[in-house]
């Protein structure tokens, strides 16, 4: 019973102590938050600067693994916002790029529709519409392949047009592609005339001339001569098809940037600036070339 009554007392003497502890523990903590500059006076005191110490710590230990995951979580919830981002960004991106790529497909055709205007009607009914699908090396068309062939119409000696103006012949035709040159070649000579003056005529003679002294180098320019030497053409007229040969009528072929006359030949040479930009062909039109009796 002695035994049993002691040890009891010593339980409730445990008790007691810890519930000490726990006080102590709370009131100082209590204090500090009400009056910091009581810590120092509180840490040096005996037994209770040993609990303010190890309280301390312990919370700050405590404080320390709670930032340490939250940070971890916050960094995890970043890194997948981060991604959300990029793949929103790659997205947007995209959309981008298609319209761009949209955008010129309709530029392309707007331009494609305006051959229309140089071709009769009867024409139309056989034109053939195509996209040029490779070219010969170099920055400029001078040959070209197209994805129509004898399968949707086209001949040999068909005539190649865009938006803006003559691009060339056909000269090779398979079943389901074309081969054509254009213009800045001279095997695709063709007769012009004066736009203002139907009667002023002429022919495109030579292989094109790249640059001169008042042009840059990325200007091609054509040159041809005059059937009458006395033709009254200037700089700046521009010049269409005559309807001599296998090309129709008034489709447009470039401007005349110089004239010269020589006057050994009794010619009068001119030099023109194409329409067509023979560095950017993408769509094209092409018509049966015109019946020549």
């Known amino acids: 019973m002695k035994l049993e009554k002691d040890s009891r007392r010593r339980l409730s003497l445990k008790t007691i102590l810890a519930t000490i502890v726990v006080v102590l523990i709370v009131a100082i903590t209590a204090n500090s938050m009400s009056n910091s500059g009581r810590l120092d006076a509180v840490e040096a005191k005996g037994p209770i600067s040993a609990f303010y110490i190890v309280g301390k710590h312990l919370n700050n230990v405590v404080v320390g693994i709670g930032d340490f995951f939250g940070d971890l979580a916050n960094f995890r919830s970043n890194a997948r916002m981060v991604q959300d981002l990029k793949n929103e960004n790659d997205k947007l991106k995209q959309k981008i790029i298609d319209m761009e790529s949209d955008v010129d497909k309709l530029d392309s055709l707007e331009r494609l529709k305006k051959s229309l205007n140089y071709v009769s009607t009867d024409q139309r009914n056989s034109l053939v519409t195509a996209s040029v699908i490779g070219k010969n090396n170099g920055d400029w068309y001078k040959s070209f392949v197209i994805d129509a062939g004898a399968g949707d119409g086209v001949k040999t000696d068909s005539i190649v047009i865009n938006g803006q ?54 200007d091609k320019l054509l040159q041809g001569y005059l059937f009458d030497p006395k033709s009254d053409v200037k700089k700046d007229d521009l010049l269409v098809t005559s309807g001599l040969g296998l090309y129709p009528e008034n489709i447009p072929i470039g401007n005349v940037t110089s004239v010269t006359y020589d006057k050994n030949k009794s010619m009068k040479t001119i030099k023109i600036r194409p329409s067509v930009d023979f560095k950017n062909i993408d769509n094209v039109s092409i018509i049966p070339p015109r019946k020549v009796q």
Not at 168 to 180: E, L, P, Q, R, T
Not at 197 to 208: E, R
């Open 165 to 218: 103006g003559v691009v060339g012949i056909v000269y090779s035709v398979s079943n389901h592609y074309s081969k054509a040159i254009s213009l800045i070649d001279s095997r695709a000579s063709v007769s012009f005339k004066l736009a203002r003056k139907n009667d002023h005529k002429g022919v495109i003679t030579t292989s094109s001339i790249v640059g001169s002294a008042d042009f840059t180098d990325r």
